[in-house]
């Protein structure tokens, strides 16, 4: 029933789709499909995919970052991403009035036949409201119309 109520806005000019519900809200590529959320205290997460392609995008909101972050947004970000990633580049910058760290680089998908893909991520903490905020894009292929770099998609 409560997924119900998720649904995104209009199209803007590039066709990417805004999607807003507890508390996240991204902008998601013209192809991609929503696959799922998890909304439970503390922890809200969207996935898309783009089922042509196996591309895929995540989104996540973590709350109570006091109670369990050590204060190393790189470090979280890297563990966040998993052993399919292959040598990530992490840059560390400033957007608005928060540190957004970066990662780009390659990953491996699950499937031993296929290639190698590109994988981007972005991780920062919200000064307004406390919160770790991270949205992550696998693309096994290029494709027009898909944001390459997570950064892209932050609303």
């Known amino acids: 029933a409560i997924l119900s109520f998720i649904e995104p806005s209009l199209a803007d000019a590039q066709g990417f789709r ?3 519900a507890f508390g996240l809200d991204v ?30 995008w995540q989104f996540m909101r973590l709350g109570m970052v ?3 972050f050590d204060g190393d947004l790189e470090n979280w ?16 910058r400033t957007r608005g009035n928060h540190e957004l760290v970066t990662a780009e680089g390659r990953y ?5 036949h296929l290639r190698n893909g590109n994988f981007s991520a972005a991780a920062w903490i919200d000064e307004r409201d406390k919160r770790l905020y991270c949205a992550k894009v696998w693309q096994r292929k290029k494709a027009r119309g898909h944001a390459s770099r997570a950064d892209e998609l932050i609303a």
């Open 18 to 20: 805004r999607w807003r």
């Open 27 to 56: 902008n998601v590529p013209p192809v991609a499909v929503f696959e799922g959320c998890t909304a439970q205290p503390a922890r809200t997460e969207f996935a898309f995919s783009d089922p042509k392609t196996g591309n895929q």
């Open 66 to 68: 006091a109670s369990w």
């Open 77 to 92: 970000l890297k563990k966040s991403l998993g052993r399919s990633v292959i040598e990530p580049r992490f840059t560390h």
């Open 108 to 112: 491996k998908p699950q499937a031993i």
